[in-house]
Nanobody, 115 residues
Framework: QVQLVESGGGLVQPGGSLRLSCAAS????????MSWHRQAPGKERELVAV????????NYADSVKGRFTISRDNAKNTVYLQMNSLKPEDTAVYYC????????WGQGTQVTVSS
């Protein structure tokens, strides 16, 4: 059974940083485009960042450009999201997504930005 397991969420003060990880198992990770999405209460899920299978191309939502960095380690089957200068509006459940012929989702990790 394919698994995407997110970790690294938590409570952080505005201006702080967090690093999310998503570990994949039972997929050929290097074939998959990986992305992070988030969903805040009462809002639709939105794309935050995406990275190509080889890790040589990335894209970001305008709201996180310059603050968040997506990266991957294909040897470890893991994708990361480094989040800096966090704002209260970044509060959401963050989901990992793997896409290549089929789509898989992780279970999500809560990020709360509050003083």
């Amino acid at each position: 059974q394919v698994q995407l397991v997110e970790s690294g969420g938590g409570l952080v003060q505005p201006g702080g940083s967090l690093r999310l990880s998503c570990a994949a198992s039972r997929i050929t990770f290097s074939r998959y485009t990986m992305s992070w999405h988030r969903q805040a209460p009462g809002k639709e899920r939105e794309l935050v960042a995406v990275i190509s299978s080889a890790g040589d191309s990335t894209n970001y939502a305008d709201s996180v450009k310059g603050r968040f960095t997506i990266s991957r380690d294909n040897a470890k089957n893991t994708v990361y999201l480094q989040m800096n200068s966090l704002k209260p509006e970044d509060t959401a459940v963050y989901y990992c997504n793997a896409r290549w012929q089929v789509i898989y989702w992780g279970q999500g990790t809560q990020v709360t930005v509050s003083s």
